[in-house]
């Protein structure tokens, strides 16, 4: 007779959702997935606006690899490097990988900053990465602060293996969602009220789903918070050389290197971690590149043990050594890919400006607009919203990402991607929603005056609460004994 | 609680307690709680023994009972006298047996009277801890998680406030990790375990390596690898095939146009259908015609490393154990418990049996860590064995299902090594192959496979998960996107891959190269009179040389390593690396050597042996 495994003899990771993906949010993916849009065999399919991919500048790295094959080690220029490359296994990385990646960081900062070869370990991109710090920097039920709306993504790359909590700092409208100094104070000191052991803050600077970045001041009393506090600062950072637009882009790196450079000396480098990765910069999701920058020397030998577990192939790191060591590519590359996207967020919102519908103003990088759809919502509510977006994707055919999935604390804001489509379709994906507007032409006109919405800044989050206490994948609330340490 | 007191005052002949007043264990100063709490835990038994109901009205007090903080009592000045001498405060009795007298006396007796009754010392000391532990159960399940704005009570400067606790730990924190930041940067304790230099020999071993490797010509000197299993045998025919079927691998094949997009975008986690389908041949041809492998079944990651760890991850909650027979790979430590929390339990096998799984030992091993409590989710092994290149009987095979159907645990194998055969005595089966057949419940059975060995690529980083449960398959593909392998190499493997003429003649020259290797070289250790355990697959061999050990023990087996790495400048793995209970045996990769090296690594052996008969 046999015995059936039943679901009690797996892990509570592989039978819980910890992944995320039964949320509504993902039938925006499958609504896509079983019906794409294509110019010529399916014209009225879904068109894909929530990837937020870099699609602008392919023809610039074609045209450079048909100049280099050698780089690929698979022609036959490039064979004879071919043997060295296939046993490379160390988990430092090609030593030219990481020399090309590091310049090309200083490169996407302006060379303002320079970056150390030898603090680059690899990751399986920045999901791989962020989880990669996690596991460093947090115990499980230990927390990391995060602004909202953040990447929904986090929930999952953060939490689900680590154990680790994330404790939301409500942004709101009102002054464009920015971070301010007291929202980011009260949320900690909420956590520490609530005996949440707050070991960092994650900043995703350019934002992700806001495409604004943080301004050097702002960025200095963040450091200085997080320094004063004795937690750690995590800046993703993934996003950065998609800044097209003034004002000019502020690494925490050069916040860092001013510290330094000014003999102040003020902040702890310890405390400051960087997350990167090729996907949205270079527009290389596939080849799963990710970056863990830390000035943290056993954060960097921890990560770097951690690395076996998403190296990224040698054969790609061959190929990234030799395409961003060109200078003269990564030059053009850059400019172009600004250029570009400058363009596309011009010729997007301007689209959209037409029909009244606005974007978040202050925004200059990224991917994405951060589109304002209040006005269309029958009532100030996440209810309404999600009704909006199913009318979105299945009559408009959009697959645009709802402000709720970015834990956004007003209902009726919604990401848009631009980047991962040609001209043409971006062209009917605005005359779609243009069509659309027509039909709620009564619901656009009113202009109504809205007030923001902030009355629960400083309310903490039940849910996150029971879960850190009452979680059942946290190993500590089986003994109280062992909860009793400080 | 009714029971215990019952319990109680049958060990007590003698029952004293009297009707405790509040004060003597409750004290209203929360700091003295937290000394009595720490210090002493006479008054447990006793404060049960009274009545449970007390419990609940001193409910407010848990926050310093759950968290007594050293360093801010010691700075109350108060705190010395109080406790160490007798109080000045008139209402709270000392803590300590011998200034107690009158009321303190009685906290004693009870304790006495348990430790002096039958259960002696075990249940004098167990029955006041499992005491406070229900005690501090209690409170925490009575405990309601309140808003701290609505706090009933209200922090109060007078110190006895029951607050006092929380607020005192608070300030305390923040005092300590101030602006100065004089204070370590706190990372999280796994990270520092992490962080922490491996002292295994095996990872000593590479690194030493690393800083000084041999080249033939650039650096004869240096340390030879035998410790990294690695195969550089068939370069010659993956280059030729390169040179052959050129710009294919990068660019998407069959002479389509130059493009990027099916590789730079995001391309399913999980690997692509199209290298599973081709993976999935390759399997069945390495594996023997006899099984075909399901690409649905399977998902691809970046390596061997964290297919283990995602399939860990999957099985087996932070706690819990899998039972491994020894020796077993060094990595499996790494890559198995660093992150996922979940234990290996050596299952000891012996030279005797010619170090083969035997189910009366893996029975012997799962009871007792049964005993220890442990949660036994599965066993893990590797066949072909790495380190000793053994393979698994068919009869083995069966016995392991059967005992793994029996305690409703998993299968893993690790079958990594399974095309890298070199023996004609033993025919390798995999255990896909065994559960064919329908009487196994196929769910608990999952394998582990890669190219990095079979194939030698390591460096392209390709890993497969392949498993008979849905549950398992689904969590797996979505733990990928933490570790997936990049595009251009699974479009390169697709083409390789698929080209089935090559790998018919990869697998076969592979084999006989390797057989040749290890002809040549355990014919060179036996001519030093070092015997090599009976082996059929691997690229390594499991080395006797406890003939050429000074102390039979772990500590004799190092320090021939030792010579081994320092004089003779080779570096194999000893076997307490990988956990063997047997001193003495060492494994020795060779298929990372060429041919004409061979004579000098057993020179270099033979130097150190002579050393060691020599006396030195």
Same mark, same amino acid.
């Given at each position: 007779?046999?015995?059936?495994?039943?679901?009690?003899?797996?892990?509570?990771?592989?039978?819980?959702?910890?992944?995320?993906?039964?949320?509504?949010?993902?039938?925006?993916?499958?609504?896509?997935?079983?019906?794409?849009?294509?110019?010529? %065999?399916?014209?009225?399919?879904?068109?894909?606006?929530?990837?937020?991919?870099?699609?602008?500048?392919?023809?610039?790295?074609?045209?450079?690899?048909?100049?280099?094959?050698?780089?690929?080690?698979?022609?036959?220029?490039?064979?004879?490097?071919?043997?060295?490359?296939?046993?490379?296994?160390?988990?430092?990385?090609?030593?030219?990988?990481?020399?090309?990646?590091?310049?090309?960081?200083?490169?996407?900062?302006?060379?303002?900053?320079?970056?150390?070869?030898?603090?680059?370990?690899?990751?399986?991109?920045?999901?791989?990465?962020?989880?990669?710090?996690?596991?460093?920097?947090?115990?499980?039920?230990?927390?990391?602060?995060?602004?909202?709306?953040?990447?929904?993504?986090?929930?999952?790359?953060?939490?689900?293996?680590?154990?680790?909590?994330?404790?939301?700092?409500?942004?709101?409208?009102?002054?464009?969602?920015?971070?301010?100094?007291?929202?980011?104070?009260?949320?900690?000191?909420?956590?520490?009220?609530?005996?949440?052991?707050?070991?960092?803050?994650?900043?995703?600077?350019?934002?992700?789903?806001?495409?604004?970045?943080?301004?050097?001041?702002?960025?200095? %009393?963040?450091?200085?918070?997080?320094?004063?506090?004795?937690?750690?600062?995590?800046?993703?950072?993934?996003?950065?050389?998609?800044?097209?637009?003034?004002?000019?882009?502020?690494?925490?790196?050069?916040?860092?290197?001013?510290?330094?450079?000014?003999?102040?000396?003020?902040?702890?480098?310890?405390?400051?971690?960087?997350?990167?990765?090729?996907?949205?910069?270079?527009?290389?999701?596939?080849?799963?590149?990710?970056?863990?920058?830390?000035?943290?020397?056993?954060?960097?030998?921890?990560?770097?043990?951690?690395?076996?577990?998403?190296?990224?192939?040698?054969?790609?790191?061959?190929?990234?050594?030799?395409?961003?060591?060109?200078?003269?590519?990564?030059?053009?590359?850059?400019?172009? %890919?600004?250029?570009?996207?400058?363009?596309?967020?011009?010729?997007?919102?301007?689209?959209?400006?037409?029909?009244?519908?606005?974007?978040?103003?202050?925004?200059?990088?990224?991917?994405?607009?951060?589109?304002?759809?209040?006005?269309?919502?029958?009532?100030? !509510?996440?209810?309404?919203?999600?009704?909006?977006?199913?009318?979105?994707?299945?009559?408009?055919?959009?697959?645009?990402?709802?402000?709720? !999935?970015?834990?956004?604390?007003?209902?009726?804001?919604?990401?848009?991607?631009?980047?991962?489509?040609?001209?043409?379709?971006?062209?009917?994906?605005?005359?779609?929603?243009?069509?659309?507007?027509?039909?709620?032409?009564?619901?656009?006109?009113?202009?109504?005056?809205?007030?923001?919405?902030? !009355?629960?800044?400083?309310?903490?989050?039940?849910?996150?609460?029971?879960?850190?206490?009452?979680?059942?994948?946290?190993?500590?609330?089986?003994?109280?004994?062992?909860?009793?340490?400080? | 609680?009714?029971?215990?007191?019952?319990?109680?005052?049958?060990?007590?002949?003698?029952?004293?307690?009297?009707?405790?007043?509040?004060?003597?264990?409750?004290?209203?100063?929360?700091?003295?709680?937290?000394?009595?709490? *720490?210090?002493?835990?006479?008054?447990?038994?006793?404060?049960?023994?009274?009545?449970?109901?007390?419990?609940?009205?001193?409910?407010?007090?848990?926050?310093?009972?759950?968290?007594?903080?050293?360093?801010?009592?010691?700075?109350?000045?108060?705190?010395?006298?109080?406790?160490?001498?007798?109080?000045?405060?008139?209402?709270?009795?000392?803590?300590?047996?011998?200034?107690?007298?009158?009321?303190?006396?009685?906290?004693?007796?009870?304790?006495?009277?348990?430790?002096?009754?039958?259960? =002696?010392?075990?249940?004098?000391?167990?029955?006041?801890?499992?005491?406070?532990?229900?005690?501090?159960?209690?409170?925490?399940?009575?405990?309601?998680?309140?808003?701290?704005?609505?706090?009933?009570?209200?922090?109060?400067?007078?110190?006895?406030?029951?607050?006092? =606790?929380?607020?005192?730990?608070?300030?305390?924190?923040?005092?300590?990790?101030?602006?100065?930041?004089?204070?370590?940067?706190?990372?999280?304790?796994?990270?520092?375990?992490?962080?922490?230099?491996?002292?295994?020999?095996?990872?000593?071993?590479?690194?030493?390596?690393?800083?000084?490797?041999?080249?033939?010509?650039?650096?004869?000197?240096?340390?030879?690898?035998?410790?990294?299993?690695?195969?550089?045998?068939?370069?010659?025919?993956?280059?030729?095939?390169?040179?052959?079927?050129?710009?294919?691998?990068?660019? =998407?094949?069959?002479?389509?146009?130059?493009?990027?997009?099916?590789?730079?975008?995001?391309?399913?986690?999980?690997?692509?259908?199209?290298?599973?389908?081709?993976?999935?041949?390759?399997?069945?041809?390495?594996? =023997?015609?006899?099984?075909?492998?399901?690409?649905?079944?399977?998902?691809?990651?970046?390596?061997?490393?964290?297919?283990?760890?995602?399939?860990?991850?999957?099985?087996?909650?932070?706690?819990?154990?899998?039972?491994?027979?020894?020796?077993?790979?060094?990595?499996?430590?790494?890559?198995?418990?660093?992150? *996922?929390?979940?234990?290996?339990?050596?299952?000891?096998?012996?030279?005797?049996?010619?170090?083969?799984?035997?189910?009366?030992?893996?029975?012997?091993?799962?009871?007792?860590?049964?005993?220890?409590?442990?949660?036994?989710?599965?066993?893990?092994?590797?066949?072909?064995?790495?380190?000793?290149?053994?393979?698994?009987?068919?009869?083995?095979?069966?016995?392991?299902?059967?005992?793994?159907?029996?305690?409703?645990?998993?299968?893993?194998?690790?079958?990594?090594?399974?095309?890298?055969?070199?023996? *004609?005595?033993?025919?390798?089966?995999?255990?896909?192959?065994?559960?064919?057949?329908?009487?196994?419940?196929?769910?608990?059975?999952?394998?582990?496979?890669?190219?990095?060995?079979?194939?030698?690529?390591?460096?392209?980083?390709?890993?497969?998960?392949?498993?008979?449960?849905?549950?398992?398959?689904?969590?797996?593909?979505?733990?990928?996107?933490?570790?997936?392998?990049?595009?251009?190499?699974?479009?390169?493997?697709?083409?390789?891959?698929?080209?089935?003429?090559?790998?018919?003649?990869?697998?076969?020259?592979?084999?006989?190269?390797?057989?040749?290797?290890?002809?040549?070289?355990?014919?060179?250790?036996?001519?030093?009179?070092?015997?090599?355990?009976?082996?059929?697959?691997?690229?390594?061999?499991?080395?006797?040389?406890?003939?050429?050990?000074?102390?039979?023990?772990?500590?004799?087996?190092?320090?021939?390593?030792?010579?081994?790495?320092?004089?003779?400048?080779?570096?194999?793995?000893?076997?307490?690396?990988?956990?063997?209970?047997?001193?003495?045996?060492?494994?020795?990769?060779? *298929?990372?050597?060429?041919?004409?090296?061979?004579?000098?690594?057993?020179?270099?052996?033979?130097?150190?042996?002579?050393?060691?008969?020599?006396?030195?």
């Amino acid at each position: 007779m046999v015995f059936k495994l039943n679901n009690q003899l797996l892990s509570r990771m592989a039978i819980g959702d910890g992944h995320g993906e039964n949320s509504s949010y993902f039938d925006g993916w499958k609504a896509y997935d079983s019906d794409p849009y294509h110019h010529q %065999n399916n014209p009225d399919g879904v068109i894909q606006m929530g990837l937020a991919e870099n699609q602008l500048c392919f023809d610039k790295v074609e045209e450079w690899l048909k100049k280099n094959p050698a780089a690929s080690i698979c022609t036959p220029e490039g064979v004879a490097g071919f043997k060295d490359v296939a046993i490379f296994q160390d988990y430092h990385g090609l030593p030219q990988f990481r020399n090309a990646v590091a310049k090309f960081m200083g490169k996407v900062r302006g060379d303002r900053v320079s970056f150390d070869p030898d603090r680059i370990v690899m990751a399986g991109g920045a999901t791989g990465a962020h989880e990669t710090v996690a596991f460093c920097l947090a115990d499980p039920g230990e927390a990391l602060l995060v602004p909202t709306p953040y990447y929904p993504g986090f929930d999952r790359d953060l939490r689900w293996r680590t154990g680790v909590q994330l404790v939301p700092i409500e942004c709101d409208s009102a002054n464009n969602f920015k971070l301010r100094m007291e929202d980011l104070e009260a949320a900690y000191e909420m956590a520490k009220l609530n005996n949440i052991r707050v070991k960092g803050l994650l900043l995703t600077n350019p934002s992700n789903p806001l495409g604004t970045i943080l301004d050097g001041d702002t960025l200095r %009393n963040i450091a200085a918070f997080t320094n004063e506090n004795n937690i750690h600062l995590i800046c993703d950072e993934i996003y950065s050389a998609t800044v097209f637009g003034k004002p000019d882009y502020v690494s925490i790196a050069e916040i860092v290197d001013e510290d330094r450079k000014s003999g102040r000396n003020v902040l702890n480098l310890d405390l400051i971690h960087i997350v990167y990765s090729l996907s949205k910069d270079m527009g290389f999701p596939g080849l799963r590149v990710g970056i863990v920058y830390s000035y943290n020397d056993v954060v960097v030998s921890c990560a770097r043990k951690m690395s076996s577990f998403g190296l990224v192939s040698a054969q790609t790191q061959h190929m990234i050594g030799s395409m961003l060591s060109d200078a003269e590519f990564v030059e053009e590359f850059l400019g172009a %890919n600004r250029a570009r996207l400058a363009e596309r967020h011009g010729a997007f919102t301007g689209g959209l400006g037409r029909v009244g519908i606005r974007c978040l103003r202050s925004s200059n990088a990224g991917l994405f607009v951060w589109m304002d759809l209040r006005r269309l919502l029958k009532e100030q !509510s996440v209810e309404a919203e999600t009704a909006l977006w199913r009318v979105i994707i299945n009559e408009v055919k959009l697959n645009v990402s709802p402000g709720s !999935s970015f834990h956004c604390s007003e209902p009726g804001w919604f990401r848009v991607c631009f980047a991962n489509m040609d001209d043409e379709t971006m062209e009917v994906a605005l005359g779609r929603i243009r069509a659309f507007v027509a039909k709620h032409k009564e619901a656009m006109k009113p202009a109504r005056k809205l007030c923001a919405q902030s !009355s629960l800044k400083l309310s903490f989050s039940g849910r996150i609460y029971d879960e850190f206490i009452m979680s059942p994948r946290s190993p500590i609330p089986q003994s109280p004994l062992v909860r009793a340490r400080t | 609680t009714g029971s215990l007191q019952n319990f109680l005052n049958h060990q007590k002949p003698n029952p004293r307690p009297q009707p405790q007043s509040r004060n003597l264990f409750f004290p209203s100063h929360p700091l003295y709680f937290q000394r009595t709490a *720490t210090l002493s835990l006479t008054p447990f038994p006793l404060l049960f023994s009274s009545s449970t109901l007390t419990l609940s009205t001193y409910f407010p007090l848990t926050p310093s009972l759950r968290s007594p903080s050293p360093q801010r009592v010691s700075r109350d000045p108060r705190r010395g006298p109080m406790t160490e001498s007798p109080s000045s405060e008139p209402e709270p009795p000392s803590p300590k047996p011998r200034a107690a007298a009158g009321n303190g006396m009685r906290l004693v007796v009870p304790l006495q009277g348990v430790v002096q009754g039958r259960g =002696g010392l075990i249940l004098g000391s167990l029955i006041p801890c499992a005491l406070f532990y229900f005690l501090q159960l209690y409170l925490k399940r009575h405990r309601s998680p309140k808003p701290p704005a609505s706090s009933s009570n209200p922090p109060s400067p007078s110190s006895s406030s029951p607050n006092l =606790g929380d607020l005192a730990r608070t300030s305390s924190r923040s005092n300590l990790l101030g602006r100065g930041s004089i204070v370590p940067v706190r990372l999280s304790s796994r990270g520092m375990a992490i962080a922490k230099p491996n002292d295994s020999p095996y990872y000593v071993g590479l690194d030493k390596v690393a800083g000084d490797p041999f080249h033939r010509v650039d650096n004869p000197e240096g340390i030879i690898q035998l410790g990294l299993s690695e195969n550089t045998l068939c370069f010659d025919l993956i280059e030729r095939w390169m040179k052959e079927n050129l710009m294919d691998s990068l660019m =998407g094949g069959d002479g389509a146009e130059l493009s990027i997009n099916g590789m730079a975008t995001y391309q399913p986690f999980d690997g692509l259908m199209e290298l599973k389908v081709a993976m999935a041949d390759f399997m069945s041809r390495v594996m =023997g015609k006899g099984v075909s492998f399901d690409p649905s079944q399977m998902v691809l990651m970046a390596g061997a490393t964290p297919a283990i760890e995602i399939l860990t991850f999957c099985l087996a909650d932070h706690g819990n154990a899998f039972l491994i027979p020894t020796p077993y790979y060094p990595g499996f430590d790494r890559d198995i418990k660093f992150r *996922t929390g979940v234990e290996l339990i050596p299952v000891h096998c012996r030279s005797t049996d010619n170090f083969m799984l035997t189910v009366t030992a893996l029975d012997q091993a799962y009871n007792q860590a049964r005993k220890r409590g442990l949660k036994v989710r599965g066993i893990l092994f590797s066949n072909p064995s790495n380190p000793v290149g053994n393979i698994l009987s068919r009869e083995t095979l069966y016995e392991l299902l059967d005992f793994a159907q029996e305690k409703n645990i998993h299968i893993i194998s690790d079958e990594i090594f399974a095309g890298s055969l070199y023996g *004609t005595a033993e025919e390798f089966v995999s255990v896909a192959e065994i559960i064919e057949g329908e009487e196994f419940d196929k769910s608990r059975v999952h394998i582990i496979y890669g190219l990095s060995k079979d194939l030698s690529l390591p460096g392209f980083r390709v890993g497969v998960v392949y498993s008979y449960n849905e549950n398992v398959l689904a969590a797996a593909k979505r733990l990928t996107r933490f570790s997936s392998i990049s595009a251009p190499t699974q479009r390169l493997l697709i083409s390789m891959l698929s080209d089935a003429k090559f790998i018919e003649e990869y697998i076969e020259t592979n084999r006989k190269r390797i057989r040749r290797m290890y002809d040549l070289f355990v014919g060179g250790l036996d001519q030093l009179g070092i015997r090599c355990a009976k082996s059929s697959g691997g690229l390594y061999c499991w080395a006797d040389m406890s003939i050429l050990i000074a102390l039979y023990s772990e500590k004799g087996e190092l320090e021939l390593w030792d010579k081994l790495l320092n004089v003779g400048k080779v570096n194999v793995t000893p076997g307490s690396a990988c956990h063997c209970i047997e001193p003495g045996w060492f494994r020795c990769c060779f *298929t990372a050597l060429a041919e004409e090296d061979v004579p000098l690594v057993m020179e270099r052996i033979g130097k150190v042996a002579e050393m060691c008969k020599s006396g030195h």
